[in-house]
């Protein structure tokens, strides 16, 4: 018997992955990079790796976490570090392999089966992913990172966290729209070193 269980969704995927200007020698290098930043990221939230799974995406990953994992954590810890890290690697990267993120964080229901997770909520957190919305954010930003929030999401933020720095964007997906709430990631420089 299949339970529904509650998760949080955290998805990055790397822009441009593919270009002609990177072989396949970059992507791995890429790949590895988004790897260790993430994993700085959730080991600085405190988050043990039994409470999460890395589903790979080829040119991203998507995390799906459960207990003690929370929105404040990724909030305030997970997510400035991952940007802090990425910050670092993309100083010292070449111009062609510097590495900018769409990330996208949900919560919901998801139910698991033999061959991984199913249901409306990680489906919806992949389309905010890819949605053309963020895609356009991301290209008209100059921050390495911009974050797709979904409304579920930010209502459970916490009141001290960067809620006020989201923007409303109505996102259209698949097979719905849907409000979403957007916003760049600037490093602290002091978790940049």
Known sequence: MHQQVSRIFFGIDIAGFNRADRSD??????????????QRGLDSAEIPPECYELLDRGDGIMTVLGPPADIAGLVRTAVPTLAAALHAYNKLAHQAHRIRLRATLHCGQVVRDAHGYTGRDISHAFRLLDSPELRTALAESKA??????????????????????????????????????????????????
């Open 25 to 38: 020698l970059v992507g791995i290098v890429m790949r590895r990079t988004i790897y260790d930043a993430l």
């Open 144 to 193: 390495d990172m911009v974050v797709a929030v979904s409304d579920t999401v930010r209502r459970l933020m916490p009141a001290d966290s960067a809620r006020h720095a989201l923007a409303p964007v109505h996102v259209t997906t698949k097979e719905s729209s849907a409000q979403a709430w957007f916003t760049e990631v600037t490093p602290d420089p002091a978790l940049s070193r």
